[in-house]
T-cell receptor
Framework: GAVVSQHPSWVICKSGTSVKIECRSL??????MFWYRQFPKQSLMLMAT?????????EQGVEKDKFLINHASLTLSTLTVTSAHPEDSSFYIC???????????FGPGTRLTVT | EDQVTQSPEALRLQEGESSSLNCSYT??????LFWYRQDPGKGPEFLFT???AGEEKEKERLKATLTKKESFLHITAPKPEDSATYLC??????????????FGQGTTLQVKP
């Protein structure tokens, strides 16, 4: 299957600081990537759709100024959590859409802890 | 409203005890149903895509089937390494070319040796 990487796999940051998470599609070009958030024992919650060369589309209730998304190339999307607070602590997962098969392939996830 | 419901929420099996997981959906004009496996602390791993009623796909001990209202993930003679959460997702017609998926809540499977 297709490979999607995320970096870092885990990060601890202090309240008020910003943290950037990278998502890379390693073996296909992805014009569309997605960012999800997952709470313990819950399913995936879509935060936003990242489109290469255009602005991200955010889901209702997701603060676009807090969760900055940049889709810089066909293989890289980044999520920056700005002015992080403890309630932003979560498991963040990205996925890349294979344009040929329309299948989403997921990264391994990033565990963010805000202290 | 488009909905995806998975049952049961949790399933415990003995090694070798076959069973099925259910995914029912209210989406009409489905543009794809997807099964994923997720291990704790990891991202979901793609398993299958199904597009039309009657379609079946197999991979090792897993077989996915699709009807007009639901999908089943059959697990034959499971092993402890099959323990994971299995997620079902559908791509509704309103998703256009975005590829957005609607996920179910998942079924957590535990297979005991």
């Amino acid at each position: 299957g297709a490979v999607v990487s995320q970096h870092p796999s885990w990060v601890i940051c202090k309240s008020g600081t910003s943290v950037k998470i990278e998502c890379r599609s390693l073996d296909f070009q992805a014009t569309t990537m997605f960012w999800y958030r997952q709470f313990p024992k819950q399913s995936l919650m879509l935060m936003a759709t990242s489109n290469e060369g255009s602005k991200a589309t955010y889901e209702q209730g997701v603060e676009k100024d807090k969760f900055l998304i940049n889709h810089a190339s066909l293989t890289l999307s980044t999520l920056t959590v700005t002015s992080a607070h403890p309630e932003d602590s979560s498991f963040y997962i990205c996925s890349a859409l294979n344009p040929g098969s329309h299948e989403q392939y997921f990264g391994p996830g990033t565990r963010l802890t805000v202290t | 409203e488009d909905q995806v419901t998975q049952s049961p929420e949790a399933l415990r099996l003995q090694e070798g005890e076959s069973s099925s997981l259910n995914c029912s959906y209210t989406v009409s004009g489905l543009r794809g149903l997807f099964w994923y496996r997720q291990d704790p602390g990891k991202g979901p791993e793609f398993l299958f895509t199904l597009y039309s009623a009657g379609e079946e796909k197999e991979k090792e001990r897993l077989k996915a089937t699709l009807t007009k209202k639901e999908s089943f993930l059959h697990i034959t003679a499971p092993k402890p390494e099959d323990s994971a959460t299995y997620l079902c997702a559908v791509r509704p017609p309103g998703s256009g070319n975005t590829g957005k998926l609607i996920f179910g809540q998942g079924t957590t499977l535990q297979v005991k040796p």
